[in-house]
């Protein structure tokens, strides 16, 4: 259908996410098997990765109580928290309580500088902060596989947090 009309261009330069993020995001794709060509990030990041390992059914509490101090750090940027089955309304309906408004869905609005959405949803968007939750559940989806979580992982343009009670997968903690 497009015979030698296309060609492949592979990505080299990354102008988004900080050196600190991208590179936990590309030993976490190669200790899991995925080959990804690490681009090379332009700058440094204020923050290396947050890693908040919490008891079993403490994910969403743990949002929760460290929503402020991701919102504080932002200062007025706009915040996605990325999260895949039952976690994703859950963490939206505990943050809806707290934040009422504010918390939105896609790339938020003027009012909403809070996002919940789901790895898929995120590709493509860009973020001042990220929160993921249960990152080896991410990784381990059916579909998904690596790339989910490599994808939550290179939202950021500031800072990355991860907050986990099924462990961290392998690669992120450098």
Known sequence: MFGDRWQLEELTVNYRTPSQIAEAAARMANAAGLVVSAPKAVREGRWAPVIDTVDHGQVVNRLVEVLPEELAALDGGLLAVIADGDLLPAATSALRAVYGR?????????????????????????????????????????????????????????????????????????
């Open 102 to 174: 504010r918390i939105g869905n896609g790339a938020g609005s003027y009012e909403q500088d809070i996002v919940v959405i789901s790895p898929r949803e995120a590709k493509g968007l860009e973020f001042d902060g990220v929160v993921v939750l249960e990152p080896s559940v991410m990784l381990n989806r059916e579909h998904g596989r690596v790339g989910d979580l490599y994808v939550a992982m290179t939202r950021p343009t500031q800072r990355l947090r991860l907050i986990a009670a099924e462990g961290i997968p392998a690669g992120i903690e450098g």
